[in-house]
Each structure stands twice: as structure tokens, then as C-alpha cells.
């Protein structure tokens, strides 16, 4: 497939971007996340959510992935809600302690440090929901990225579902048919799925969840010395052990986690899928790895998309004055 042909496959999987960015699908009636939305409550929000940003991951370089995950992994439960932040209580188990969360989700305490200074700034006013959505952004930012206008106004949920952490959010060992299927779930396109995977471009994951590229069938896509360097990392007892996710240039957020998929250095097998199984996933991972602006345009737009999966808005959720528990 040629490269103009593959731009509108793509521009096909993309339909109705704008109607998903801007409007609200949750519980709220239809009512419009929008740019700017604490120009007059709370001006000072964005600038303070970027101070804190930009102080953590000058502290933690892992601290910039860690909060993008945040956000991932908040809006493939029930929607982009801050259900992900909220501790256990007699009434519900939260999702911090779902398989795919717990011993890995980290930067919980960089939020509770935003919405502190929000509260003394903006007493009940920006939500841990949009904390998390301009946490996102200003990390992929600070690590090179691209930046977007944020779509904000979204309340904070009153519960949280550790069922629905575990089955909706996708596994390091998927395939690409059922990661197709995890993101349609939540109402994201195969290119949303490619497109997001590239946020994989910085980060660290645990030899745990890469144990199956460490087999020595692991099929032709590997690179060979690749994987002898995985196997010495996780060698003994080190399921803890990290290895970065872009073995090219694992801080920076650019194009190079594609690049690497394309020469068999995909780190887990999830990543590696989009090329190795072929089709149309394989062609974006190639046109991606060929263009930065590419990859970087369409990531604004998937990130918008997610997220606009599901807000709480208008008379729907409440806006917390502490991330980890409900009012």
C-alpha cells in the first residue's frame, strides 16, 4: 500500500474525530469538554499543573511515562473520570490494585502535590480528572513531544472498579485483534491504537511483562542480540528488573519506538505485534518510523480522543478536594 493510499485508510479510521474530542459521552447529557475551561475560575491552573510537571521529571526521569500512563490507564476504566486515583474504601475496591496496575503504576503522590497547591489556589474548582489529561500532555511536552489545547471540564467519579480494570485495560502480550478490540471497546480506532502505542517511545516496564519475547521461539521479528541482552537483564529472580521500552532513545519522546518495532526491538510483545502480524497496523508503524510530524500530528488527535472516552460532566460525578478519596 503507498504511502498517499495508507493517509486515507487512516484518515477513514479517524471519522467523527472532532464530535469525540469535544463532546461529552458520559452520564453528563452531551455536555462540551472545551479549551480554556478555567480562564476565569482558576487561571493559574494550567501553569501550576506544569510547575509540578516539569519539577517531577526533572527529579525522576521515569516521572514524565509514569504520569502519561496515569492517564491511559484512568480513561480505559469507565472513561476519564480520576476513578484510578482513588484509594479502597469499605464500599468498593479501587483499581490500584488491579494486575495491571499494582507495583506499577506510579506518580500518584505528583498529583496529590497539584491538586494541594489547585485547592489553595482554586478551592473545588479543576477536577483530578483534568489533572490527569494536562498531567499527560505537559509529560509527552517536557520529553520532546508535541503539545494540544487540552479539552477540559470533566467532574470526578464517585467510585472505582477494579473488575473493570482488569478486563478493559490492554495487556504487554496482546495480539493485535484483541487490542483492535480493547480500544473499539472504549471507542477508539485501529489508528488510535497504533498511534497511542507510541507513547511507549519513553518509559520502563518489568521483566515480568516481557517474559515472553525472552523465548527463543519468539519468531523471525526479533532481533537476535536484542533479545540475548533481555534475557542477561532478567536473567535470575528479576521480575522487577526494568529495561526501557525505546532502546534508541528511551527519555525523548520522538519516533524511534517505531523504528524499533520495524528492527525487531519492539519490547513487549504487544508492541512488537503492530509489526510483526502485518496488514495495515505494520504499514502505519513504517510511515510513523519514516515521519516524526506524522506520528506527532496524529498522536494530538488520538490523545484527544481518549481523552474525551466518557467524561463525567455538567450535574454528573463532583470535583474532589482530595484526589484519593470522594468528597
Same mark, same amino acid.
Given at each position: 500500500m503507498g504511502y498517499s493510499l495508507l493517509m486515507v485508510v487512516v484518515a477513514g479510521w479517524a471519522v467523527g474525530l472532532?464530535? #469525540?474530542? =469535544?463532546?461529552g459521552g458520559g452520564a453528563g447529557g452531551g455536555s462540551l469538554l472545551r479549551e480554556n475551561a478555567y480562564e476565569t475560575s482558576c487561571p493559574d491552573a494550567e501553569s501550576i499543573v506544569f510547575s509540578w510537571v516539569e519539577n517531577a521529571a526533572a527529579q525522576d526521569p521515569r516521572m514524565a511515562a509514569s504520569l502519561l500512563r496515569l492517564h491511559f490507564h484512568d480513561c480505559f476504566v469507565n472513561g476519564c473520570d480520576a476513578s484510578v486515583l482513588l484509594d479502597d474504601t469499605a464500599t468498593f475496591v479501587g483499581e490500584k490494585s488491579a494486575a495491571p496496575n499494582v507495583n506499577s503504576l506510579r506518580g500518584f503522590e505528583v498529583i496529590d502535590g497539584i491538586k494541594g497547591d489547585l485547592e489553595m489556589a482554586c478551592p473545588q474548582t479543576v477536577s483530578c480528572a483534568d489533572i =490527569? #489529561?494536562? #498531567?499527560a500532555r505537559d509529560s509527552v511536552l517536557l520529553s520532546g513531544g508535541p503539545t494540544w489545547q487540552v479539552q477540559l471540564g470533566r467532574k470526578d467519579s464517585l467510585t472505582a472498579s477494579k473488575a473493570a480494570a482488569n478486563n478493559n485495560i490492554p495487556g504487554p502480550n496482546?495480539?493485535?485483534a484483541n487490542l483492535v478490540s480493547k480500544f473499539q471497546n472504549v471507542g477508539l480506532?485501529?489508528?488510535d491504537m497504533v498511534t497511542l502505542s507510541g507513547a511507549h517511545t519513553i518509559g520502563m516496564a518489568r521483566c515480568?511483562?516481557?517474559r515472553s519475547r525472552l523465548q527463543s521461539n519468539s519468531g523471525d521479528d526479533v532481533d537476535r542480540e536484542f533479545l540475548a541482552s533481555l534475557q542477561q537483564l532478567c536473567s535470575v529472580n528479576s521480575n522487577m528488573t526494568l529495561a526501557v521500552l525505546d532502546v534508541g532513545t528511551p527519555a525523548v519522546f520522538d519516533n524511534e519506538y517505531y523504528a524499533n518495532l520495524a528492527s525487531g526491538q519492539g519490547l513487549l510483545s504487544s508492541d512488537q505485534a503492530l509489526f510483526a502480524e502485518g496488514g495495515i497496523t505494520r504499514e502505519v508503524v513504517e510511515n510513523y518510523a519514516s515521519d516524526t510530524e506524522f506520528f506527532f500530528k496524529n498522536f494530538r488527535m488520538s490523545m484527544l480522543r481518549m481523552g474525551a472516552i466518557k467524561p463525567l460532566t455538567g450535574s454528573s460525578g463532583e470535583i474532589r478536594r482530595n484526589c484519593r478519596s470522594i468528597n
Open positions: 472532532t464530535g #469525540a474530542c =469535544l463532546v =490527569l #489529561a494536562m #498531567a496482546s495480539n493485535v480506532t485501529p489508528q515480568s511483562t516481557f
